[in-house]
């Protein structure tokens, strides 16, 4: 039988499990839905329509397990800011709740699972899985240094592109940097409305953001980012020679940016979070005329 200090010490840690969900975000698992989508479009044109089961697992578990090291990355390195900024400061790092200590023994065991998964690809993928971690752990601390983190994010979001054609073929060709542009793009695009929900706190503690650079243009710019990630997923389909179920996914992901914009035309900080949120039906959409491109063409 368990002894008392036993059951007081589980007790204990169960009381503590919120805290480390919140850590790692899987509360809102809106950020693993935007990683999720872009390495399905990869992984479907990689395999022309037919991964493997294997593969979908690796991926889908990758994606899970990436983004939540890096939101737990990203809250250590800003364990010093997000209490200044309201919708960061009741964090458990910012609080607190959770040690840097706790913080970091998390994020390594993730990351050897995360490791773990890639050594059932191929050698080339293992090797780009490194660049992908260096993204991973700059990111956080690009805020501080430069007014584009939301360009590393997407550099760093667009990794697992490159990684599905490796993990498929053990090459990455021309089209698939179409769709890593693509990515990179779309990540600065929705990103920047999710920094325009902070911005009056950020320039309060010196954090920087491209909707700080820029300014009274920011949703300007978010179309012009969304139209650069269109711009390159026609090309896709134009060079693969895509269906008009392609096209038809692609024109309701036109329809879902368009509403975005309308959404966020007052900078009011819970629309802007509504449509950075909507995002999710973008990657959805555009998922599905891949999908069905496959299946029925």
């Known amino acids: 039988m368990a002894t008392l200090k036993e059951l007081q010490l589980s007790n204990s840690r169960l009381r503590r499990l919120p805290d480390f969900i919140a850590l790692g975000r899987l509360d809102r698992p809106i950020g693993i839905y935007l990683l999720l989508w872009p390495t399905l479009w990869a ?56 040690s840097g200590k706790e913080a970091l023994a998390v994020a390594a065991v993730i990351g050897a699972l995360a490791f773990t998964l890639v050594l059932f690809t191929n050698t080339f993928t293992i090797l780009l ?108 389909g134009s060079r693969l020679d895509f269906s008009l179920w392609y096209y038809a996914g692609l024109l309701a992901a036109v329809l879902l940016w368009t509403w975005q914009l309308w959404q966020s035309r007052q900078r009011d900080r819970d629309a802007c979070f509504r449509a950075f949120l909507h995002n999710h039906w973008v990657g959805a959409v555009i998922f599905a005329g891949i999908f069905l491109h496959y299946s029925l063409s």
């Open 129 to 236: 899985s490194v660049g992908g971690l260096l993204l991973a752990c700059t990111y956080p601390y690009m805020k501080r240094h430069t007014y584009l983190p939301q360009l590393v994010l997407g550099a760093a979001f667009a990794w697992a592109v490159p990684m599905a054609f490796a993990a498929v073929s053990e090459t990455v060709p021309e089209h698939a940097w179409l769709i890593y542009l693509a990515t990179v793009a779309w990540t600065m695009a929705y990103d920047t409305l999710y920094a325009m929900v902070d911005r009056e706190d950020d320039l309060k503690a010196g954090i920087k953001s491209t909707a700080i650079l820029f300014g009274d243009l920011d949703l300007t710019m978010v179309g012009v980012l969304n139209g650069t990630a269109l711009l390159a997923l026609v090309l896709l």
């Open 43 to 98: 992984l479907w044109v990689a395999a022309e329509g037919n991964p493997s089961f294997q593969l979908i697992f690796i991926f889908m578990a990758g994606v899970f397990l990436t983004r939540t090291g890096g939101c737990i990355i990203n809250d250590y390195a800003d364990r010093d800011f997000d209490g200044h900024v309201t919708r960061t400061a009741s964090r458990p790092l910012a609080t607190g709740r959770i």
